[in-house]
Structures are given as C-alpha cells and as structure tokens.
C-alpha cells in the first residue's frame, strides 16, 4: 500500500477555506486517494474519493495534481465544526481496498 | 439507515472475563471490519469479513475472536485481554467488492481492561 504524508496540524480561521495538503508520491495506477474526518471522541468520518480528476461534493473539494503524487482537500467555508483529525489514504480497487491503513493525519483546528 | 450502530458505548473488564462487542448495520452492506484505537493514534485494522467469511486478520492476539453471525451482524469476542488492549473499538461497514469501498463507522466501544 502506498504511504501518506500529511503535515501534523493546521489552523484556519472560520469562514476561511481550509486546504489540507496530501503527498502520496509512491501511489500506484489502480490506487484511489480517499479522505476520512474523526471528530473528538466519534468513529471516522467519510468525505471524498478520488482516482486522477478533481472532485467535488457537498463537503469538501479533492484536487489531485496531474502526476498523482499529492493531493489538496478543500473545505471551501470552514466552521468550527470542523475541527478534527483529516486522514488522506491510498487504497487499491475491489477487495484489495479492504485494508485501509490509516496514517497520523493532520489535526485541523478552525478558530473563531 | 445510515448507520452502524455499537454496543456497549463503554465497557470496563477484569482480565479474566469475557465479554462480547457488538455491531450492527441495515445498510446491506457485505464487508465489516473491526479497528482499534489508542489515544491520539490513527485507528488501526485487525479483521475484515467479506459476505460473512473473514477475509482479513492482522495477526490479532487469540484474545480476540471476531465472528460473522449474519450479514448485518458482527461480533467481537474479548477473553483474557491485557492493560493494554484497553481503547476504542471502531467498527465499519461497507457495500464489499468493488471500487466503491467507502466505509462507513460506528461510534465506537471505549475499552478499559483493569
């Protein structure tokens, strides 16, 4: 499975954009870029998937560069809610993405 | 029903007890999987069932026994355990085979092994 490097913590201010910065520059051609959110205290969170094009739903925004090595999450508005710990993960396709391997993540903290 | 349900929310336990986690989904989902988790560390896979086989262990201390009654079932069955297997058990579900893997979770059980 291809490794994740992620920066220990950021801070963003609320209402701002929050950009959390993924590299994966070890990630293979069948390997998707998932991000997870863990609230204090609760289970992890779904957010977005992507393999090569950028992608977009009701909580966030992926960018994935041209060559796949790094990828951005974006929360385009950010509230104190969210607060928590983002995991971005690299995971192969069909049953090979059973073993999800969570890395340290980046403790993310919106501030008022 | 979008959820995976957990119980007990917390359990506390001597060494020599045993006693049983449960988790349940009504998603139709065909693969759950059992994490653990330590204070301020990432969650970490111990055992993946795909359509009620299991199709990953993580070399899991014996202690551990995880069993697949039914498909919107699982269980994990604690026996013995140690100080340190005390944390929080994460369990997940997700649709099985298939690019779409994303996994949805419980809230966890709090584990203190006295």
């Known amino acids: 499975d291809a490794k994740t490097t992620q920066p220990t913590s950021m801070d963003c201010a609320e209402g701002r954009a929050a950009n959390l910065p993924c590299n994966h520059s070890t990630i293979s051609g069948n390997e998707y870029v998932y991000w997870y959110r863990q609230i204090h205290s609760q289970g992890p969170q779904y957010i977005i998937h992507g393999l090569k094009n950028n992608e977009t739903n009701e909580m966030a925004s992926l960018i994935i560069t041209e060559d796949r090595k790094s990828s951005t999450l974006i929360l385009p508005h950010a509230t104190l809610r969210d607060t928590a710990v983002y995991y971005c993960i690299v995971r192969p396709r069909g049953t090979g993405g059973f073993k999800t391997i969570f890395g340290a993540g980046t403790r993310l903290f919106v501030k008022a | 029903d979008t959820e995976v349900t957990q119980t007990p929310k917390h359990l506390v336990m001597g060494m020599t007890n045993k006693k049983s986690l449960k988790c349940e989904q009504h998603?139709?989902?065909?693969?759950m999987y059992w994490y653990k988790q330590k204070a301020k560390k990432p969650p970490e896979l111990m055992f993946v069932?795909?359509?009620?086989?299991?199709?990953i262990n993580e070399s899991v201390p014996s202690r551990f026994s995880p069993e697949c009654p039914n498909s919107s079932l699982l269980n994990l069955h604690l026996h013995a355990l140690q100080p340190e297997d005390s944390a929080l058990y994460l369990c997940a579900s997700s649709q099985g085979q298939g690019v779409y893997n994303e996994q949805f979770f419980g809230p966890g059980t709090r584990l203190t092994v006295l």
């Open positions: 069932y795909s359509y009620e086989k299991l199709s």
């Open positions: 998603m139709g989902h065909r693969a």
